[in-house]
């Protein structure tokens, strides 16, 4: 099994003024993703980002951050507002997916899971295991859950993959973003920005820049704290760049992609 996580920048264009999909890499990475079930059969479970539909909401009504009862109304309704856009977002990818002949099923986490201070405490996966035993293609995403301390919070499509992986036990992680993986500089804005092929401890971080790819959901360092978690469990995981083209397909392929192993091992 593979869990293939697409970052919301990939797929949707964040610099658009309204949430807008990015519908030439989307088609693009569907395409990859069938070539490579044409070519060999696997068990595969993609998660994606929000992008611009998700993390605009979000900030607006400062969902995850705690309020008194009095907001509670404004609150709901900003959850609900950012429900729907991760929805559209979602309706969208799986639209291109199934054009493309991909048999998916989306699996909002809004729908089964719940959170205590914005960690994944409840969700049952025996719907995920039951679509993978007949062929299907879960697709689940950032989102927002009931929080039992915070009331309401957003969940990322990183700590997703945390959750999926720690039960479900996949062979491989990977992660598509729009850098070729972990540099301690931006890469977009330093040109002397180092890369690192693998990491392997907490204490890597510490050479990274806080300002990394950061959004609303933790950015690059988000990231690897979640994967260093899985590593500890011998999950292996990989971060690439999904904005190449056959990157998705080799890595689905297990050929060599240039990337950030995230590892304990040597």
């Given at each position: 099994?593979?869990?293939l996580k697409i970052g919301g920048s ?38 994606h980002g929000a992008g611009s539909f ?213």
């Amino acid at each position: 099994m593979i869990i293939l996580k697409i970052g919301g920048s990939i797929l949707t264009n964040k610099d658009s003024t309204e949430s807008e999909i990015d519908a030439v890499s989307l088609k693009r990475i569907a395409s990859e993703i069938k070539a490579s079930l044409d070519n060999s059969s696997k068990e595969l479970i993609i998660v994606h980002g929000a992008g611009s539909f998700g993390h605009p909401p979000a900030k607006k009504y400062r969902i995850g951050e705690a309020f008194d009862k009095a907001e509670y109304p404004q609150k709901r309704i900003g959850f609900c507002e950012t429900q729907n856009a991760v929805k559209k977002l979602n309706m969208l990818i799986c639209e291109a997916f199934i054009e493309e002949g991909l048999p998916v099923v989306a699996i909002p986490a809004s729908s089964f899971m719940t959170a205590s201070n914005k960690r994944i405490t409840q969700g049952n996966l025996d719907y995920f295991k039951k679509y993978l035993d007949k062929g299907f293609i879960p697709v689940i995403y950032g989102d927002v859950v009931l929080d039992e301390e915070l009331e309401i919070c957003v969940i990322s499509g990183d700590q997703l993959i945390q959750y999926l992986a720690m039960n479900l036990n996949p062979d491989l992680v990977v992660l598509g973003t729009d850098v070729d993986g972990v540099y301690n500089k931006n890469p977009k804005t330093h040109e002397d920005a180092i890369f690192f092929e693998k990491f392997s401890s907490l204490e890597d971080l510490d050479t990274l820049e806080g300002t990394t790819n950061v959004d609303v959901t933790g950015g690059m360092v988000g990231k690897i704290k979640e994967l260093l978690y899985l590593a500890d469990l011998g999950i292996e995981s990989k971060i690439i760049n999904a904005e190449v083209n056959d990157n998705i397909f080799k890595v689905l392929e297990n050929k060599e992609v240039k990337g950030t192993v995230i590892s304990r091992g040597n």
